[in-house]
């Protein structure tokens, strides 16, 4: 089955350094990889997502690339501010259509953003 | 859009008791709702996934007479643990996938509930 290795666990910057979060899968037939962001005590929200049909997205501070060739996909956050201090975890499923297929998780990252 | 509620917040209860918790989506239908649970510090663990109208399936080492799961309508599933242990305290979180034609990858979490079995 479907592994995803996230690095690093922990990661600290200063605020309006650049964050990126790097994620490794196994299963070559994942198309769909999202990034969660929790803060403590609450849900993961979703942040941004790509699909295996394109390499990158960005959404205003946040970006996502993906090497299918290699299996990994990343996490940008530029201009990093206090309030995105939170666990980051990335995740890994296959969809063809259908019935919603499971996610798996990343070990998470504990993003810590000095002011 | 895409709002998942869960009830209650956060249980405290005796051991060997039974706890039930909910997960509906609010503004969509789901056909698919997943249930995790989470200990402090640590990634999601996936426990089950509940398909509307038929069982729930379990991941490997989760005790499905433990953990029933009832997905009986598109909006509402419900985990419950029963004969608790101190062993199962943990932050349950369930998700949601709006149903569609297409592609339903999306998934929205719950605001999770907070068990504590003394």
């Known amino acids: 089955g479907e592994n995803v290795e996230q690095h690093p666990s922990t990661l600290s910057v200063q605020e309006g350094d650049s964050a990126v979060i790097k994620c490794t899968y196994s299963?070559?037939?994942?198309?769909?990889f999202p990034w969660y962001k929790q803060e403590l005590g609450k849900r993961p929200q979703l942040i941004i997502d790509?699909?295996?049909?394109?390499g990158e997205k960005k959404d205003q501070r946040i970006a996502v690339t993906l090497n299918k060739t290699a299996k990994h996909f990343s996490l940008h956050i530029t201009e990093t501010q206090p309030e995105d201090s939170a666990v980051y975890f990335c995740?890994?499923?296959?969809?063809?259509?259908?019935?919603?297929?499971?996610?798996?998780f990343g070990t998470g990252t504990l993003l810590a953003v000095q002011p | 859009g895409a709002v998942v509620s869960q009830h209650p917040s956060r249980v405290i209860c005796k051991s060997g008791t039974s706890v039930k918790i909910e997960c509906r989506s609010l503004?969509?239908?789901?056909?698919?709702m997943f249930w995790y649970r989470q200990f402090p510090k640590q990634s999601l663990m996936l426990m089950a996934t509940?398909?509307?109208?038929?069982?729930?399936?379990?991941e490997q080492g989760v005790e499905k007479d433990k953990f029933l799961i009832n997905h009986a309508s598109l909006t509402l599933s419900t985990l419950t643990v029963t004969s608790a242990h101190p062993e199962d305290s943990s932050f349950y979180i369930c998700?949601?996938?709006?149903?569609?034609?297409?592609?339903?990858?999306?998934?929205?979490f719950g605001p999770g509930t907070r068990l504590t079995v003394l």
């Open positions: 998700s949601a996938s709006p149903r569609s034609g297409g592609a339903t990858d999306t998934q929205y």
């Open positions: 299963d070559s037939a994942s198309n769909y």
């Open positions: 790509i699909r295996s049909n394109v």
């Open positions: 995740a890994a499923t296959m969809n063809y259509g259908g019935a919603t297929n499971k996610l798996i």
């Open positions: 503004d969509f239908q789901a056909t698919t």
């Open positions: 509940s398909n509307e109208g038929s069982k729930a399936t379990y």
